[in-house]
């Protein structure tokens, strides 16, 4: 199927990415819910405050009309994706939280990162589509390019 002939999403609730990060942060505010009274307004605060922006930020991006706004937004879930994973990473350290647990809530972190990843690239594909100059971005974790017949993502 084309990429023109592709049924677009009517809203970002019908994103796939969006609606595995929501699930992602509906887990890391359970996560947050049982961490120690101690870290109320530090690390629990901090993992809801990612934890919402991460889906905030798929879904203003999808409200703009500009594929570059689009892949800014998306870009910045992808950082606050990060830096979930990270707060996990304290989670294990300070070993609030059961360690097979953090092992399956990274796997749905890094699952969502391949997501947000192939949504990035779908909207590149978009707006390369519309405007000729190439957007490339080097993969930071496979040491690979990606390029525009990169078509592993399907909205």
């Known amino acids: 199927m084309s990429a023109t002939a592709r049924k677009l999403?009517?809203?970002?609730?019908?994103?796939?990415?969006?609606?595995?990060?929501?699930?992602?942060?509906?887990?890391m505010?359970?996560?947050?819910?049982?961490?120690?009274?101690?870290?109320k307004f530090g690390l629990a605060?901090?993992?809801?405050?990612?934890?919402?922006?991460?889906?905030?930020n798929i879904a203003e991006g999808h409200g703009?009309?500009?594929?570059?706004?689009?892949?800014?937004?998306?870009l910045q879930a992808r950082g606050s994706l990060e830096e979930l994973i990270d707060d996990l990473n304290?989670?294990?350290?300070?070993?609030y939280?059961?360690?097979e647990e953090i092992g399956s809530l990274k796997q749905q972190g890094w699952r969502t990162r391949q997501l947000i990843d192939g949504y990035i690239?779908?909207?590149?594909?978009?707006?390369n589509a519309s405007n000729p100059s190439s957007t490339r971005e080097s993969s930071?974790?496979?040491?690979?390019?990606?390029t525009e017949d990169d078509s592993r993502f399907s909205v």
Do not use: W
Not at 11 to 19: I, N
Not at 90 to 95: G, I, L, N, S
């Open 97 to 99: 939280v059961a360690i």
């Open 64 to 74: 703009r009309y500009h594929y570059l706004d689009q892949i800014k937004f998306t």
């Open 45 to 56: 605060s901090q993992i809801r405050r990612a934890a919402v922006s991460l889906t905030n």
């Open 29 to 39: 505010y359970g996560v947050a819910k049982r961490l120690p009274d101690m870290e």
């Open 140 to 146: 930071p974790i496979y040491g690979e390019v990606e």
């Open 9 to 27: 999403p009517a809203t970002f609730e019908d994103l796939k990415v969006y609606q595995v990060a929501r699930e992602f942060r509906k887990a």
């Open 90 to 95: 304290v989670c294990a350290d300070e070993q």
């Open 121 to 127: 690239r779908y909207l590149r594909e978009q707006k």
